[in-house]
């Protein structure tokens, strides 16, 4: 015979069981994210995938994955109508891009990217309080992203943000490119990964941040350590340091706000400026 005594020990370690089911879960997942990413509020991060919205069950200990799995799979056709669509790579037939809606990663609205576009070598000029750091972009193998950028930075989106991210220990990155600097922000859509055959993300290597494969939006990396080249190759690699470089050696050299290896940079980079124009 079940006591309410014997029910009442029954319910707590069931509570407890799917405290811990949530909490390997989380575990889990965290170990599957790489290091570059972004926090879109999406399934999809300094990192290949450090989304906000990765815990697909939605709630905090309490939450019970088993549950929330059932509920999400139990209408599969409602499930595909409402899953995003998915952006399409280059067509070098019409030279177009296909830059796809995100709105949870809209941080700033500037419009999409005209969808052709030059496919060609470009220079990118980043002003910041610190100087200014120059980049030669391939927009041979990489267009959609220099495409990207070149929208962005002619609407002024990357004007007074800072540059949230740096790492100083495995990885050596700075990371830019989200007006929020929580790392979280976007331009509201995304594109695809390009470039990615034979990537190498040695010193100077200027490449995108993303929170899983096709989730490119505004957030890129600068490589100044000579040691990162351990990053597998999922972060589209679209040019190279050519000026500046000393600068973000600098912020490195000041560390990480608080301590530790990875953090706000303890030296703010703030960018005031950022123009591209095509390569002579």
């Not at 069981?17 to 300094?46: D, P, S, W």
């Not at 999409?112 to 927009?139: C, F, H, Q, R, Y």
């Not at 979280?184 to 200027?206: H, I, M, Q, T, W």
């Not at 040691?227 to 040019?239: A, I, K, Q, W």
């Amino acid at each position: 015979m079940v006591t309410g005594k014997d029910r009442q020990k029954q319910l707590a370690r069931e509570h407890h069981e799917r405290q811990q089911a949530a909490r390997i879960q989380r575990e889990r997942v965290a170990k599957r994210n790489a290091a570059i990413g972004t926090t879109a509020g999406v399934v999809v991060v300094i990192a290949g995938i450090v989304a906000a919205a990765i815990f697909l069950t939605g709630g905090g200990d309490d939450a019970d994955p088993a549950t929330a799995a059932a509920s999400a799979s139990a209408n599969p056709a409602e499930s595909a109508a409402a899953a995003p669509a998915e952006p399409l790579p280059f067509d070098k037939g019409t030279g177009r891009c296909d830059y796809v809606s995100d709105p949870a990663g809209g941080a700033k609205d500037v419009g999409k990217p005209d969808p052709k576009v030059a496919a060609a070598p470009a220079v990118m000029k980043i002003d910041t309080n610190l100087g200014v750091i120059e980049a030669d972009l391939d927009g041979a193998k990489a267009p959609c992203t220099v495409g990207s950028f070149t929208h962005l930075a002619s609407k002024g989106y990357f004007d007074n943000t800072k540059c949230h991210r740096l790492t100083t220990e495995g990885i050596k990155v700075l990371q830019c490119g989200d007006p929020t600097a929580s790392g979280s922000g976007g331009p509201g859509y995304r594109f695809v990964d390009e470039n990615l055959e034979g990537a190498s993300y040695k010193r100077g290597v200027l490449a995108m941040a993303n929170s899983g494969p096709n989730t490119n939006g505004s957030q890129f990396f600068i490589v100044y350590g000579d040691e990162t080249d351990t990053l597998p190759d999922s972060y589209t690699p679209f040019g190279t340091i050519t000026k500046g470089l000393d600068l973000v050696d600098k912020v490195a050299k000041a560390g990480v706000e608080g301590g530790g290896g990875d953090g706000t940079p303890k030296q703010a980079v703030e960018i005031k400026d950022v123009t591209i124009t095509g390569k002579s």
